[in-house]
Nanobody
């Protein structure tokens, strides 16, 4: 059974900081890509940042210079350090993991898993 569990959300004033964590557990072989998406109120889910097992990183333009994604492969955990937060960063933040599993024989296959989400509210 696979679990993806986020933590670290909350209420913060504009200009403040938060650090999100996401830990994956279960019977997977490895994790290729981990990352964060967010869903602002009344809007669709959007990419925030992703990081591969080789530390290739992608950020959405609006968070460049403010957010930092990192990963601890030994702990199957991904982090999102969010600085200089703005009201428009308010959203439910979801963790994403693309995991690799044993298939038949030597085959391998990938499957995507999502966490339940953690609320981040930026408001004075």
């Amino acid at each position: 059974q696979v679990q993806v569990v986020e933590s670290g959300g909350g209420l913060v004033q504009p200009g403040g900081s938060l650090r999100l964590s996401c830990a994956a557990s279960g019977n997977f072989l490895s994790i290729n890509t981990m990352g964060w998406y967010r869903q602002p109120p009344g809007k669709q889910r959007e990419l925030v940042a992703t990081i591969t097992s080789g530390n290739n990183i992608v950020y959405t333009d609006s968070v460049i210079g403010r957010f930092t994604i990192s990963r601890d492969n030994a702990r199957d955990t991904v982090y999102l350090q969010m600085n200089s937060l703005k009201p428009e960063d308010t959203a439910v933040y979801h963790c994403y993991s693309r995991m690799v599993f044993h298939g038949k024989g030597w085959d391998r296959y990938e499957r995507d898993y999502w966490g339940q989400g953690t609320q981040v509210t930026v408001s004075s």
